[in-house]
């Protein structure tokens, strides 16, 4: 098993990931395509984060507002969200540009119609 660290930009949001990533998954719905993020799910607990607690950081909701889209709110990056997923099981969608020494390019990229769904 692999431990990635990621974050936001500035530092302020930084955490781990444990696991192997499998493909990432580019979604074109109305805020992935502005902000561009190439998303990685993984089980909520694979998430452990630094500081500080998801709860505390800026969050985004649109739409069906059950995915918590946080952001660092000094350098804008969004480098997680979290939703609970089908079953009810929390997941998160970690930003894979936001994790360190991921080589983008070595992983299958699934085109996902967020826009549609
Ligand atoms: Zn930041």
């Known amino acids: 098993?692999?431990?990635?660290r990621g974050g936001c930009h500035c530092g302020r949001i930084s955490f781990s990931v444990?696991?192997?990533?499998?493909k990432l998954l580019a979604c074109?719905?109305?805020l992935c395509s502005k902000r561009g993020g190439l998303l990685w799910f993984v089980g909520?607990?694979?998430l452990t984060l630094d500081s500080p607690k998801a709860d505390?950081?800026?969050t985004?909701?649109?739409n069906t507002r059950r995915v918590a889209h946080h952001f660092c709110d000094v350098c804008g990056?969004?480098?997680f969200s979290e939703a609970p997923g089908s079953?009810?099981?929390e997941m998160a969608a970690v930003n894979a540009r936001c994790l360190e020494g991921v080589d983008l390019g070595a992983y299958e990229v699934t085109h996902y119609d967020g826009r549609n769904h």
């Open 56 to 58: 505390e950081l800026p």
């Open 44 to 46: 909520r607990e694979q």
């Open 87 to 89: 079953g009810g099981k």
């Open 1 to 4: 098993m692999t431990i990635y």
């Open 60 to 62: 985004y909701r649109f």
């Open 28 to 30: 074109n719905c109305s």
């Open 18 to 22: 444990s696991g192997e990533i499998d």
């Open 77 to 79: 990056c969004s480098p």
